[in-house]
């Protein structure tokens, strides 16, 4: 029996009654996030889901980590249109209301555990000047780093403990990839490169790598 990684869709959806999310309209065009950014962006409310809210900041720090991945993977550059900004800032919003729902149900995260999984990430980086170029240009200091890696450990523990129960036969899982190809979402449509190969490069590897 293998682990149903479909159910967890369904239990987020159970999550959401009683979370409130209110959204400003999405602007067509969103301040790039550079060096240059002036930090009171980051005071600018955009929505608020719960006690939560998400900052311009926020918005273009993740269209932008978007959009490098786009590149990285198809080796062109797209203008995100607000298609895909709408698509991203509800994203955002489920992302906000798994967070307050994960914090709600008590799941904790340790200092100690946030610190070994920090120094685990940080060696992706060839140099120090590296990484405090990295946190410059996503306008973040290393406390607020480790914020979200706090609020991704938590949230995963508390998904991965909603969904621990959820199982698909063998049969279930083999029509389920049957159904995906013959929709065309098992075929690469573009040439793309695979996560290891971007880590790979990130650390200063090559193709050959």
Known sequence: M???????ILVVLGLTHGVVAQ??????ETPAVTAETPAAQEEVVIARVGDETITATEFARELHYRME??????????????AMRRALMNELIQD???SITARNAGIEVTDEEIESEFQQRKTIFDSEQ?????LEVLKLTEEKLKEHMRTQIRVQRFVEGKTASLTASDEE??????LL????????????????VIML?????????
């Open 173 to 178: 899982v083999t029509d389920a990839y049957a």
């Open 2 to 8: 293998k682990k149903h990684w479909h159910g967890m």
């Open 130 to 134: 590296a990484y405090q170029g990295y």
């Open 96 to 98: 906000h209301i798994l």
């Open 69 to 82: 991945q786009i590149k990285a993977q198809s080796g062109r550059e797209i203008k995100p249109d607000l």
């Open 201 to 209: 490069r990130a650390k200063g590897g090559t193709d050959e790598s």
């Open 23 to 28: 959204e400003a309209p999405v602007a067509s």
């Open 181 to 196: 190809k013959s929709q065309g979402n098992m075929t690469r449509t573009k040439d793309t490169r695979d996560l290891q």
